[in-house]
């Protein structure tokens, strides 16, 4: 069994951490506050299918406690990777591979080189580097309900495993081979088409959300916010149709699977729990995009200066 540090137990992390471990992995987990010194004193407590799940993993705020590691996988939030990259290069051993599990663009993207909002200064692809780097799109709904407590909605999780220049490389396999027996990874060619089909839903369900603090169902019930819903899954397909990426025409699908969903998205939770949300990389980034594309985002526009302006006084 593999040496697996989790960095940044939030929901995913968490979710993840317990798996792993109940799988029989060595895992350490990175993380802080009241959820670390619980998970240190009680254990991770994993809720799933109305069973409860006692699983001890290691836990610590730093990474230099635990060593070189096998795999690393990052579950922290997309502003927050370059404040840890340093951290986290003493998890790493030569070939050590660290999986990006992240909403909103991710910061390999671009293969390393700057682009605003994602490493701006590098830092992340100095620190980590684009070649250990493999991308993760993670479909499974979960909430911290309690410090040291994480609660998994449903039974449908998967887990999208690619390499950033797309194909299915050796390491690939190997990981997914690795990790499938625990979690439902899934090892894909083409990582960046999954990116956008998840992007393409945060962007809508995270703008009418946050700005409504209503659960996705309850935005659903009025026929103008789905209206907006709506247009704004296409704006965003439009974006990623700019940069080669095309979507499948599945718009009213998405919004019918919306219309039942009580689960809050991250960055409501976020602003509920009063935690900066992840505005740059699953917001700002793409509309940044549709400009050096020339993609016009009328909508976008309008709810992201909207919210904007809401988190100056948050």
């Known amino acids: 069994m593999a040496r697996i540090a989790i960095y940044g137990a939030g929901a995913v992390g968490s979710v993840m951490a317990a798996k792993l471990a109940r799988a029989g992995h060595q895992v350490s987990v990175i993380a802080r506050g009241a959820h670390l010194e619980a998970m240190r004193r009680n ?9 409860s799940d006692n699983v001890r993993v290691t836990a610590s705020e730093y990474a230099k406690d635990f060593g070189v590691q096998d795999v690393v996988i990052c579950t922290l ?7 840890a990259a340093q951290a986290m290069s003493l998890l790493l051993g030569p070939d ?6 992240q909403n909103g663009l991710p910061w390999w993207y671009f293969k390393g080189q700057n682009a605003p909002g994602l490493d701006t200064h590098g830092v992340i692809a100095r620190h980590i580097g684009v070649r250990r780097t ?14 040291g407590v994480v609660k998994q909605e449903g039974n449908s999780a998967r887990y999208y495993l690619g390499e950033p220049e797309g ?3 050796e390491r690939l396999l190997r990981l997914e081979q690795s990790l499938a027996p625990a979690l439902p990874v899934i090892a894909v060619a083409d990582i960046r088409y999954e990116v956008w089909r998840k992007l393409r839903i945060n962007v809508a369900s995270s703008l009418l959300t946050t700005l409504t603090m209503s659960l996705p169902a309850d935005v659903m019930k009025s026929a103008t916010l789905r209206q907006l819903f709506r247009q704004l899954l296409m704006e965003t397909g439009m974006i990623a149709a700019a940069h080669n990426v095309t979507l499948p025409e599945d718009v009213s699908d998405i919004i019918q699977s919306f ?3 009580r689960h809050a998205p991250s960055m409501l939770q976020d602003l509920l729990t009063g935690r900066t949300p ?10 940044q995009l549709a ?11 309008i709810l992201l200066a909207l919210l904007l302006q809401r988190l100056e006084s948050f």
């Not at 939030?77 to 404040?83: D, F, P």
């Open 43 to 51: 254990g991770l407590e994993y809720i799933a299918d109305n069973t």
């Open 77 to 83: 939030k997309s502003h927050a990777i370059a404040g």
């Open 96 to 101: 050590t591979p660290v999986i990006f599990a």
């Open 134 to 147: 493999l991308g993760c799109i993670i479909h499974c709904p979960s909430q911290v309900i309690a410090p």
């Open 167 to 169: 194909g299915f490389s």
């Open 259 to 261: 219309s039942h969903s």
């Open 278 to 287: 992840e505005v740059e990389g699953q917001l700002i980034a793409v509309q």
């Open 291 to 301: 400009r050096v594309t020339e993609v016009a985002t009328p909508m976008l526009d």
